[in-house]
Nanobody
């Protein structure tokens, strides 16, 4: 699975960005698609994900501000980010999970990442 992210940029607090991920059709065959982020010196954390045929889920810190979606063709995964805060700064990765393990998405394919920087 080849995943290619784009859309990262530097913005000020309160700004908006939309990240895109070309999934090469992975959304049609994978159980889950998601967005993760990693800040400098910290571990990678899940931001949001979609389960094929089911719903979406977000970490608490982005609920009401971020929206994950797929285009109608299911080839591009988006992350709409509004009300950005400095703590949202990090490298954002698109990810795919072929399977769910005991109901949890087992993400096993990753893009190279796109940098988001939010300044105060």
């Amino acid at each position: 699975v080849q995943l290619v992210e784009s859309g990262g940029d530097s913005v000020q607090t309160g700004g908006s960005l939309t990240l895109s991920c070309n999934t090469s059709g992975a959304a049609h065959t994978n159980a889950c698609m998601g967005w993760f982020r990693q800040a400098t010196g910290k571990g990678r954390e899940r931001v949001a994900h979609k389960v094929r045929g089911e719903g979406t889920d977000y970490i608490d810190s982005v609920k009401g501000r971020f929206t994950i979606s797929l285009d109608n063709a299911g080839n591009t995964l988006y992350l709409q980010m509004n009300g950005l805060k400095p703590e949202d700064t990090g490298m954002y990765y698109c990810a795919a999970a072929r399977y769910r393990h005991y109901g949890r998405c087992a993400f096993d394919s990753w893009g190279q990442g796109t940098q988001v920087t939010v300044s105060s």
